[in-house]
């Protein structure tokens, strides 16, 4: 079967750096998407990634490796307002996109 | 209005009532989506639409009930649910490029309580 896992939740320190990682098994891979969910919001789109390496965009990066099947998301310079979950998400080779289950970031003074 | 917008956004209802969520996107994508979100769970794809036309059905009980009268509007007709139905209802919208890297776009969700 197909799977992505994360992390359920973080804890980290504002203006400190964490990395959300994510793992996955799919039936083949057409690029990976980074989603941030605020409390009773829509999923807002972070970031896709397609070819390995990191893409930087501000504060926020995210790293491919596909022969590892593994991802992350790199925040700096957390703010209070980075709580939020934060979801991955693979398309697959029929193009459908599988979801994990979301790792909620909590943020402490 | 911009973006994907969601009415209403609290629902409550009875197992024996009717009701319908709605969905309007303002992006002028082809491709409108339907999913569900439970605490700790993955999102649920329910339904898709591309030009108007159901291509996705995952096998969702038929007490859900979609309708596309055009690209930009969707509903999701609700009758005689469970109190397990009780969840957030996405939609989402997107180019439907056929790329890997077509991008769906949230609304704000309906917040769904089955009594």
């Known amino acids: 079967g197909q799977n992505i896992d994360q992390p359920t939740e973080m804890t980290a320190t504002e203006g400190a750096i964490v990395q959300i990682n994510c793992t996955y098994q799919?039936?083949?891979?057409?690029?990976l998407f980074w989603y941030q969910q605020h409390a009773g919001e829509a999923p807002t789109f972070l970031s896709y990634?397609?070819l390995d390496g990191l893409e930087e965009k501000g504060r926020f990066s995210s790293f491919l490796s596909r022969s590892k099947g593994y991802s992350y998301l790199l925040l700096k310079e957390l703010q209070m307002k980075d709580s939020a979950s934060y979801l991955c998400a693979v398309r697959d080779s029929n193009y459908q996109l599988i979801w994990g289950a979301g790792t909620k970031l909590i943020i402490k003074p | 209005e911009t973006g994907v917008t969601q009415t209403p956004r609290h629902l409550v209802m009875g197992m024996t009532n009717k009701k319908s969520l709605k969905c309007e996107q303002h992006?002028?994508?082809?491709?409108m989506y339907w999913y569900k979100q439970s605490a700790k769970k993955p999102l649920e794809l329910m339904f898709v639409?591309?030009?108007?036309?159901?291509?996705e059905n995952n096998s969702v009980p038929s007490r859900f009930s979609p309708e596309c009268p055009n690209s930009s509007h969707l509903f999701l007709h609700l009758h005689t649910l469970q109190p397990e139905d009780s969840a957030l209802y996405l939609c989402?919208?997107?180019?439907?490029?056929?790329?890997?890297?077509?991008?769906?776009?949230f609304g704000p969700g309906t917040r769904l309580t089955v009594l």
């Open positions: 990634n397609v």
């Open positions: 989402a919208s997107s180019q439907d490029s056929g790329a890997g890297a077509d991008t769906q776009y």
């Open positions: 799919t039936s083949g891979f057409n690029g």
């Open positions: 992006l002028g994508h082809n491709a």
């Open positions: 639409y591309n030009f108007k036309e159901q291509t």
